[in-house]
């Protein structure tokens, strides 16, 4: 539980700092036997900054719970 914790942490802290996904795609414009032409388009995908928020208190919960012993 304590790594499953800790990667939730690094992973809040990353949401926070980039916050959003961006990805690039290619696709083709034109296709005449051997004149090819295509086009490269940039997506992005916004994350919520209380997405990273509740990683961070859900990995912090986790080292606390897995800590313990009974």
């Given at each position: 539980m304590k790594v499953t914790?800790?990667?939730l942490i690094v992973i809040g802290i990353?949401?926070?700092i980039y916050g959003g996904i961006t990805y690039t795609t290619q696709k083709k414009v034109?296709?005449?036997g051997?004149?090819?032409?295509?086009?490269?388009?940039?997506?992005s995908i916004p994350l919520p900054?209380?997405?990273?928020?509740?990683a961070i208190v859900g990995g912090g919960a986790?080292?606390?719970?897995?800590?313990?012993?009974a």
């Open positions: 914790g800790i990667v990353i949401a926070l034109i296709d005449m051997p004149i090819q032409a295509s086009k490269k388009e940039t997506h900054p209380v997405l990273g928020v509740l986790l080292l606390l719970v897995g800590g313990k012993k």
